[in-house]
């Protein structure tokens, strides 16, 4: 998780000053940098194939991700010193692969890409006095996510041969998170926060187009379900 040790270490070398908190202020927005994992699984039993001339049985598994990097912004109210409410946008991308058996005909497949969300959620926020300068911060939200596919290219397993290019869909998903984090004052307004956070992020789906040694034909799509991340990060915030 090489982003998320850069974010940690570039918010830990800031001065942290031993003045008090920031004097509590209604409103607040704030920008968000994160690396972490993700998660997921298939359930496609019939994806891929020529239609209509063979028809899709392309049994997905060994869905693999690698490491993401997430940016985004945040702004919110608080209702009390020690609740909030808050609207968050983050945009997250990483690479994506997973294999598919094909039983009929004895083959396989692998494909390789790359998979990102956009995604805007409401959260409840809760946070507690850990000293002067320094608070704990609990966060759960809701929202919903645009999933993107793309760049996917599906090579034979057994000689690594370029097959063809399989076309990229936007699914939308709901998505959950819950987190928690230290936020520290850098005077009357400015804080800066780390947070590590869990969110299930939906599903994933390519086209039902590829484009290959047949030209360009139908597919069945191959589906990721039950995609989760976990991220560390670090955010700016302002309040006024």
Request: no cysteine; proline share 3%.
């Amino acid at each position: 998780m090489r982003f998320g040790t850069l974010a940690l270490t570039l918010a830990l070398s800031v001065p942290l000053p031993a003045a008090g908190m920031a004097e509590e202020r209604d409103f607040f927005v704030g920008l968000d940098i994160s690396g972490g994992l993700a998660f997921g699984s298939s359930s496609t039993t019939d994806g891929g194939g020529v239609l209509p001339y063979f028809n899709g049985e392309g049994v997905v598994g060994n869905v693999r991700f690698g490491e993401t990097i997430g940016i985004g912004g945040h702004a919110g109210y608080r209702f009390d010193p020690s609740w909030s409410a808050i609207v968050s946008y983050q945009h997250i991308r990483g690479s994506i692969g997973w294999d598919a058996v094909f039983p009929t005909f004895g083959g396989a497949s692998g494909f390789d890409g790359n998979a990102a969300s956009d995604t805007v959620m409401g959260h409840v926020a809760y946070q507690r006095p850990l000293t002067g300068a320094t608070t704990l911060g609990l966060r759960a939200g809701l929202g919903v996510g645009f999933n993107r596919l793309s760049g996917i290219v599906e090579t034979d397993k057994a000689s690594g041969n370029f097959v063809s290019d399989v076309a990229g869909k936007t699914s939308v998903s709901p998505v959950a998170q819950v987190g928690a984090g230290l936020r520290h004052s850098l005077g009357a307004s400015a804080m800066i926060g780390l947070d590590a956070s869990l969110a299930y992020a939906g599903a994933f789906e390519t086209g039902n187009t590829r484009h290959g040694n047949m030209g360009v034909t139908s597919i069945n799509p191959y589906r990721i379900d039950n995609v989760w991340r976990t991220s560390l990060g670090a955010s700016f915030r302002l309040a006024f």
